[in-house]
């Protein structure tokens, strides 16, 4: 099977019509499915016997589900990679968020061949969804708070909403569609001061263009949220919202199975890049407005990656949205604030 039919497979197996709400029977058959690919893929727990992590609230158990793809020195703080697996009604929910944990367990699949000199834990969160989003008992938060090993986290990369095209609904820019269709959105680059340069040099394919953001201009959108409010560096991927968001209709027949399996290959090439690069402490947040701003400038990297997506049709682009020439931090702050609207950051 190859690498798209894999993540297709696996889709499917996850978005079915009764959903993965916590509490109910899809979310215990997803669960048992995600136990069973997790041996299958020869992961090893993150704690204890087995890849489970339960943890309870007002009676209701909840499962984080965490394994480890073993690197040469276990002694070195391990790179995460983190989706949450429930969904927020009893429906599909494809795109949110079963599409980045198919693409998870596909670099879980692609990383050991690499014998990285550092862990990396593939962490499948349980409630991020409402009512539990950002409250004490979101899968994420639980984690980080009381089922972390003491040496932490490297670097975390979290993904959601990552499997469908971006529409560009923008009258006079129907040329640009099928290009922009790949785009995929960054945040946190500004999180430690070496991570614009890993990025940079992980830069996927022309087909899976990228374009970051400072992560204080969209918020904590998933589970980055307590590793960012942790100063754990990290970054953010996403499509971002699109129209069958929290819908019924985000079922996986939308998906676009390519380019997922391109970022799944990118995430792969930042945890080998991560994996030998030193994230100093003295680099990362240690003020609340550090932890907001971030603590390097990433305003050329921002520039360069969106002249990078767009091209030649830069100019269009941003005269078509009412954005001038970008060369400040203002400037890509007020192109954010317009991108949001069309793009549902």
Known sequence: MDDVSKLQSDVL???????????????????AYLLERIDALGLQPYQGETAELPYESSGQTFSNLVAVVPGKDRSLAPILIGAHYDSVIDSYCADDNAAAVAIALLAAERLPALGLQRDVVIALFDAEEPPYFHSADMGSTRFYREQRRPAGF??????????????????????????????????????????????????????????????RNVGDMSDHHIFRLNAVPF??????????????????????????????????????????????????????????????DTTSLEIKLIERAFGGSLDSFLAVIGSGPLASRGDLDQLAFRLQGFFEL
């Open 154 to 215: 490297h670097c975390a990369l979290v993904m959601d909403l990552v499997g469908h095209d971006v529409e560009l609904p923008l009258p006079g820019l129907e040329a640009l569609s099928g290009q922009m269709a790949g785009l995929l959105f960054m945040t946190g680059a500004e999180s430690h001061a070496a991570l614009a340069q890993v990025v940079e040099n992980c830069l996927p394919g022309p087909e899976l263009p990228l374009i970051a953001s400072l992560n």
């Open 235 to 296: 970054l953010f991927l996403s499509c971002g919202r699109w129209q069958h968001y929290h819908q019924e209709t985000d079922t996986p027949d939308r998906l676009n199975y390519q380019k997922m399996e391109r970022i799944s290959a990118f995430l792969v090439q930042l945890c080998q890049t991560l994996a030998t690069t030193d994230l100093p402490r003295d680099d990362q947040a240690a003020t609340p407005q550090s932890l907001e701003d971030g603590v390097t």
């Open 13 to 31: 197996t996850l978005a079915t019509p009764e959903g993965r709400k916590v509490g109910t029977r899809g979310h215990d058959v997803v669960k």
